[in-house]
């Protein structure tokens, strides 16, 4: 063992203290974090003390005792400070134990206008600090939910022998044609070079030619699928869409699973488990932070989220839910009829009125829905899927893709597509096709549905929205 | 427990025929896969199957008693097939079982053109077929191993209790001037409108701004470290960089981790124990493979990673390191002397001619360093750190960061750095500063460093270089 001078070795993680407290108790030992708050008399004074490795902060009693008593008052709110001292069991207070301190240093100290006093601040304000706001119970609470559901998929997927897949972000393709782009270049915009008919001349571009940030990794991980069965995504994607609501964001992260030899119901299936495994994950390993959201966020969230971990998923075919939603289109704004898309108006319907739970809704008319899902043998349909989650709506869309050159290339002319761009994924069909099956769940809309947030702007460390690409 | 009616529910992966083998000898399964081979004569056949679950292949013998035997002679290399039939086991063949196939149905068939008929195909030809390498030895033996070291990557940094942040792709700021960017922008590049005074006029465009591909997360990823203590990144990051080298990718995937109250010891202790734990698990988790590219990539390979893995890293300082380098530099194409930058002609050396490990060099001249690092007490040197692996060169960079507001502020001065640009990054030096650290690992060179393979574009599933974006 070699003799470290490193600076981490003195130091306990507040996570110890509160998970191996026996052990801890009664020693001196040395605590580093940032002041949450910081009341005192003359005799006395407590900082309350949080070193982002757990949600329940310690508590650090300062004395006439404690060096430098009389310049610890004066700690701003915001301040990083070491303290040493014995760790003490406190069995008549709020919390289990607190730290005598023999001595506080301050790392660095903050301002008397640090702008996360100890007082509620609005959604709107903490937005406008994003670099600052997960100092705060809230996002402390939502940064780790979501650290920890990025994990829990991670974990899901590889315990399974799923591939993980780093698709493309640039990308010379439109994909599906999904939705708006963003173009990516190093052409000067000031001067762009123009061919002699006068177009853009994407010869001088980095890549020779036009080229976009990605919409959906799908069909590249389509061709991964066809080698290793089970493979998942998990990246950035971009819609350019000029979209100001509640749940849109110019750059989200999917995750994009792809299975071969395989078909709905098995996608049906894995997705069912997934989504289950996340939440029983996340409500384990956050236990503090559920209880948070649950008593300041989304009250019944907990409850809801073990209904859902706990029972079947519902299953309905789109020709069925349209039958089902047709009897209430007084209540909606949109009205419902077989051939129309649905709208979250009717997907929390279906989820939240009717099966009050999540459900499946399968079978949508191909006119609706992309090119490359697989064509029912009614010929008016596709084996495509939608889950919808209460509170929600539509959390993953999936479906059976068409395994079948011929059919594929019909659908493709049909919708007048232009093939050429597509013959890698035509070869998928020429060399070897499967029945294959595969969905993309939006990973920003996860983080809201297991923590009862409203905005999509609240769950995304740095977002990007239209007018907005802050730090 | 209800009723599937899913495809999958009969299928047994190759992967459990070689991990249950007793379970499954003797007993009728089914299991589908692409066929690699087909060699057959008169009264018997062999088809070499892959699922993609299990690098080694499962052997399907059909013989006179296997429904349409007559038909099964012509399954083209690159089909999908699903053969039932007994798993038996051969102690006296090559492989330890076989499935004697009472069906063989298929489910895709290719085409005599298949282009990955058995035998050794060029990388240069590979890369053409990004979509159908996969399913050669080579690339799923590549692709298996980056999968499994990014998933060592996040277990490392969940199993300390880091918190994954998704930094933001698109960024408003040049981040640290570290390399070219890709513009990002819904522009009208035929039609881009402009300003009065002839300049684009960005307040057209989606951001209102200005904005670019980023080239790194570890501004954005220090806002989270004085929240949580300990972060990381994992995500894709960009370079416009006009080099079509073996080692540079446009787009690539980097983890940076970063760590709050810490200096650069703790960060190369990190940095140390992460390689460590990425190289064991690659090793534990995917030994056929390993084998694979020690045999036929890289011979040696195998004992340079135990080696790596079983012994502390070497470190010396960068002044130290110079010393050492001048007495050889009848040997470089670039001279070194004290302030020049290291080149991998000089990182190489010091990494496999004199310590023949790892090393760890430190504490560089601060101004070929970036100017966010922290300044020696000698006023003329930084904290940072390179770890240079043998074979490779730098693989990780890193520093101990300026957390001194004032001293930071001089540096940007003196750079001449819009500072408008860095409030936030000021902010963390204002409210509650602490001593931090952290360093950035490219994943590409790690997947390369593990698997030996020779060129950036052969770790990639869909490579992106200069003039270079397909599928």
């Known amino acids: 063992m070699k003799e470290s001078k490193a600076m981490r070795q003195d130091l306990v993680d507040v996570k110890e203290l509160f998970k191996n407290t026996d052990q801890y108790t009664g020693r001196t030992i040395k605590v580093a974090g940032w002041v949450r708050s910081n009341r005192n008399s003359k005799n006395v004074g407590f900082l309350v003390v949080n070193d982002g490795t757990y949600f329940t902060p310690l508590q650090v009693v300062y004395s006439a005792d404690t060096k430098d008593f009389d310049k610890l008052g004066s700690i701003n709110v915001g301040a990083a400070v070491i303290a040493e001292g014995k760790l003490v069991a406190t069995p008549d207070a709020k919390q289990p134990f607190e730290l005598q301190a023999t001595s506080v240093d301050i790392e660095g100290d903050s301002t008397p206008d640090y702008p996360l006093q100890k007082k509620r601040h609005s959604m709107e304000f903490l937005r406008t600090i994003p670099h600052l706001r997960a100092r705060t119970n809230t996002f402390e609470a939502v940064f780790k939910v979501r650290s920890l559901a990025a994990y829990a998929i991670h974990k899901f997927f590889q315990e399974r022998n799923f591939v993980y897949v780093h698709t493309p972000l640039i990308t010379g393709s439109d994909a599906e044609g999904a939705g708006e782009m963003f173009e990516v270049t190093t052409l000067d915009l000031n001067d762009v070079p123009k061919t002699e008919d006068g177009k853009v001349d994407y010869s001088k571009d980095f890549f020779g030619k036009e080229t976009n940030l990605t919409v959906s990794g799908q069909l590249n991980g389509e061709t ?4 290793f069965k089970n493979i998942y995504t998990f990246g950035p994607t971009f819609r350019a869409e000029d979209s100001n609501t509640t749940r849109h964001a110019a750059e989200f992260w999917m995750i994009e699973p792809e299975i071969a030899f395989a078909d709905l119901e098995d996608d049906m299936e894995l997705a069912e488990s997934m989504l289950k495994y996340i939440i029983n994950y996340v409500l384990e390993n956050a236990p503090a932070e559920m209880e948070f959201f649950n008593k300041f966020v989304d009250k019944g969230l907990i409850e809801r989220l073990h209904n859902v971990a706990d029972n079947d998923f519902a299953r309905v075919t789109y020709t069925d839910a349209v039958d089902i939603l047709m009897k209430h289109n007084d209540k909606f704004d949109y009205k419902v009829s077989w051939g129309t898309d649905l709208q979250t108006e009717h997907e929390r319907f279906l989820t939240e009125q009717v099966y009050k739970r999540p459900v499946f809704v399968t079978d949508y008319p ?25 509170g929600i709506g539509e959390i993953i869309g999936g479906s059976q893709r068409e395994d079948n050159y011929d059919l594929l290339k019909k659908r493709m002319d049909e919708l007048g597509m232009d093939e050429s761009q597509y013959d890698f994924y035509m070869d998928l069909r020429k060399y070897g096709s499967t029945r294959h099956a595969g969905f993309g769940l939006g990973f920003e809309r996860c983080v809201m549905y297991l923590t009862g947030m409203g905005n999509i702007r609240d769950v995304i460390p740095f977002p990007r929205t239209v007018g907005n690409c802050e730090i």
């Open 224 to 227: 991964f699928a066809q080698a």
């Open 366 to 390: 191909k006119e609706i829905k992309a090119f490359y899902m697989k064509l029912n043998p009614d010929g008016k349909t596709v084996a495509a899927v939608d889950c919808l989650v209460p």
